[in-house]
T-cell receptor, first 116, second 115 residues
Framework: GAVVSQHPSRVICKSGTSVKIECRSLDFQATTMFWYRQFPKKSLMLMATSNEGSKATYEQGVEKDKFLINHASLTLSTLTVTSAHPEDSSFYIC????????????FGPGTRLTVT | AQSVAQPEDQVNVAEGNPLTVKCTYSVSGNPYLFWYVQYPNRGLQFLLKYITGDNLVKGSYGFEAEFNKSQTSFHLKKPSALVSDSALYFCAVRDMRTGRRALTFGSGTRLQVQP
């Protein structure tokens, strides 16, 4: 149980285009989803926290107009990188926290974004 | 503010030997502590957590970690390393006092187990 999927696993896009990444909790309802960004050989940096049906809370320094987050249902959150630039190239990982109140977060497999 | 330190970028150990991956934390309240493992181009897999209770926590794949409040440490251990344990390991903390749900991660430690 507690499986989180991400789609796509890899995406290459041209500079200036937008890319949407989906994060789904497959067998549980996720009240809260988190979006992280991981640079090569670096730790995970929290970008934003999203709660179903409400606006995401962004970490300091993360542009909310550039990284649009939508958490429309208890099983789906999307991250849209708008007007992507090469410096947005990174590994994006989502995690989900369920309704049970247990403190574990379940991580998706990540999405490798390359902006050319 | 909560923080996690993993002082070693890389740990090398021979197969069959015990391994330790170090982690220290800083929180203002009681910590929830976690260890995750990451294989190349993959997401994070949960290994174990400490919330309350016994200071020695047993987790997946034979790993365990010991919570030491006085030293503010939560080192990951395994009695006998396997080559397949080679991966990137992250320690993470959540400060219960702040109510903040997100985890703060350490910088990661790459474990290399040599055959």
């Amino acid at each position: 149980g507690a499986v989180v999927s991400q789609h796509p696993s890899r995406v290459i896009c041209k500079s200036g285009t937008s890319v949407k990444i989906e994060c789904r909790s497959l067998d549980f309802q996720a009240t809260t989803m988190f979006w992280y960004r991981q640079f090569p050989k670096k730790s995970l940096m929290l970008m934003a926290t999203s709660n179903e049906g409400s606006k995401a809370t962004y970490e300091q320094g993360v542009e909310k107009d550039k990284f649009l987050i939508n958490h429309a249902s208890l099983t789906l959150s999307t991250l849209t990188v708008t007007s992507a630039h090469p410096e947005d190239s990174s590994f994006y990982i989502c995690s989900a926290r369920g309704l049970t109140g247990r403190d574990e977060q379940y991580f998706g497999p990540g999405t490798r974004l390359t902006v050319t | 503010a909560q923080s996690v330190a993993q002082p070693e970028d890389q740990v090398n150990v021979a197969e069959g030997n015990p391994l330790t991956v170090k982690c220290t934390y800083s929180v203002s309240g009681n910590p929830y502590l976690f260890w995750y493992v990451q294989y190349p181009n993959r997401g994070l897999q949960f290994l174990l957590k400490y919330i309350t209770g016994d200071n020695l926590v047993k987790g997946s794949y034979g790993f365990e970690a010991e919570f030491n409040k006085s030293q503010t440490s939560f080192h990951l251990k395994k009695p006998s390393a396997l080559v397949s344990d080679s991966a990137l390991y992250f320690c993470a903390v959540r400060d219960m006092r702040t109510g903040r749900r997100a985890l703060t991660f350490g910088s990661g430690t790459r474990l290399q187990v040599q055959p």
